[in-house]
């Protein structure tokens, strides 16, 4: 079956750093996506990986190793707005988004 | 980045009535639109693959005569919980991708719509 792994809650301290790690086992692989969730709100778009590597967009990085069927999104200088679900979904082989449960991060003062 | 517009926000109705929720690409056009339920703490659940000018694509599990789907314009999807029930109270986000983007190009979701059925 397919499968999304990712932790179900992270607290962090306002201006530090952050991992938030995925595992998958799907049906193919085209692409992974990182998704921000605040409460009651829809999912809106980080990062999408399809190649192994780092990519940077301004505070937050995702990486991708597709051997390892493993991703991390990287928050820097951690803000009190950055607490939100951070949702991962992977695009399988018919393009069809297999999604995480989410990952809760709460940030303190 | 482009814009999907989701109507209504909110919405409250008695048990047995049909509502209507409406997605909506402002700035571009979506040949794929998608609906998604989510229940409090759990994640994005696809209920069905909304095509424009064909019949949806259902997930397993999801009943196509009570979750009715049609996606009648490149810019208008429009999924319709016909009979409500309690259970079928939840967050319904609908997200769609630019035609131009191919299968892997960026979703961009709608507001959502909380459904409550008392």
């Known amino acids: 079956g397919q499968n999304i792994d990712q932790p179900t809650e992270m607290t962090a301290t306002e201006g530090a750093i952050v991992q938030i790690n995925c595992t998958y086992q799907t049906s193919g692989f085209n692409g992974l996506f990182w998704y921000q969730q605040h409460a009651g709100e829809a999912p809106t778009f980080l990062s999408y990986n399809v190649l192994d590597g780092l990519e940077e967009k301004g505070r937050f990085s995702s990486f991708l190793s597709r051997s390892k069927g493993y991703s991390y999104l990287l928050l820097k200088e951690l803000q009190m707005k950055d607490s939100a679900s951070y949702l991962c979904a992977v695009m399988d082989s018919n393009y069809q988004l297999i999604w995480g449960a989410g990952t809760k991060l709460i940030i303190k003062p | 980045g482009a814009v999907v517009s989701q109507h209504p926000s909110w919405v409250i109705c008695k048990s047995g009535t049909s509502v209507k929720i409406e997605c909506r690409s402002l700035?571009?056009?979506?040949?794929?639109m998608f609906w998604y339920r989510q229940f409090p703490k759990q994640s994005l659940m696809l209920m069905a693959t909304s095509n424009e000018g064909s019949k949806a694509t259902y997930e397993q599990g999801v009943e196509k005569d009570k979750f009715l789907i049609n996606h009648a314009s490149l810019t208008l999807s429009t999924l319709t919980v016909t009979s409500a029930h309690p259970e079928d109270s939840s967050f319904y986000i609908c997200?769609?991708?630019?035609?131009?983007?191919?299968?892997?190009?960026?979703?961009?979701f709608g507001e959502g719509s909380r459904l409550t059925v008392l």
């Open positions: 997200s769609a991708r630019e035609a131009t983007g191919g299968d892997t190009g960026e979703l961009f």
């Open positions: 700035d571009f056009q979506a040949t794929t």
